[in-house]
């Protein structure tokens, strides 16, 4: 997702370059590994976020219950917006 992001590149090359140290070796080699380290975590993270939703939102296609609130609360959330857009100053 960021790999087309030239502001994730940007911060990688402003951030990383102080958590090397020159005497452990290549310092592009140790920004990379960094890089590669951050790419896994968020992989990780990012992954089980997916998974937790997706188990989630399929017990609350299950529950007729649950689809019932949602579907209350959703027209809540409309019906505040639509007030809200009424009663605003042109």
């Keep these: 997702m960021n790999v087309t992001n030239p502001k994730v590149t940007i911060f990688f090359l402003a951030f990383l370059p102080q958590f090397t140290d020159p005497s452990r070796g290549s310092p592009t080699l140790q920004v990379l590994l960094l890089g590669a380290l ?4 968020t992989l990780l993270v990012f992954g089980s976020i997916a998974w937790a939703a997706g188990f ?14 949602m579907n ?11 007030l809200r857009l009424a009663l605003s100053p042109a």
């Design 38 to 41: 951050f790419m896994v975590s």
């Design 56 to 69: 989630i939102g399929e017990r609350l296609k299950r529950s007729a219950r649950a689809q019932l609130a």
């Design 72 to 82: 209350r609360i959703a027209a809540l959330v409309f019906g505040a917006l639509a």
